[in-house]
């Protein structure tokens, strides 16, 4: 739709579309930087096998230590990630 003004406005909520720099990319696998995501995943399994190193270190109880951390903590940036990209 176009306004009086000629400008594009979205069809269903009267405003400006958002600009192309912030929308998600439509095509799989395209703006994704793999360097980048690996580095954000094997950051996040990193804290959090020292965060599970230090509870197994100082806890007597066992339960949850460095690999169950680790894989928890690549769960969450795997979250935040779809998060960010698809708008959850």
Do not use: C, N
């Not at 703006?31 to 806890?59: C, H, M, N, P």
């Not at 949850?64 to 969450?76: D, H, K, P, Q, S």
Request: no cysteine; proline share 6%; net charge positive.
């Amino acid at each position: 739709m176009v306004d009086r003004a000629g400008s594009l406005i979205d069809a269903g909520r009267g405003r400006p579309p958002a600009p192309a720099s912030r929308r998600p990319p439509l095509a799989y696998g395209s703006g994704v930087d793999a360097g980048q995501l690996i580095t954000v995943f094997l950051t996040a399994a990193g804290l959090g096998a020292v965060v599970g190193l230090e509870r197994q270190v100082t806890k007597d109880d066992t339960t949850a230590g460095a690999r169950t951390f680790a894989l928890y903590a690549v769960w969450g940036a795997g979250a935040g990630y779809f998060g960010e990209r698809f708008g959850g």
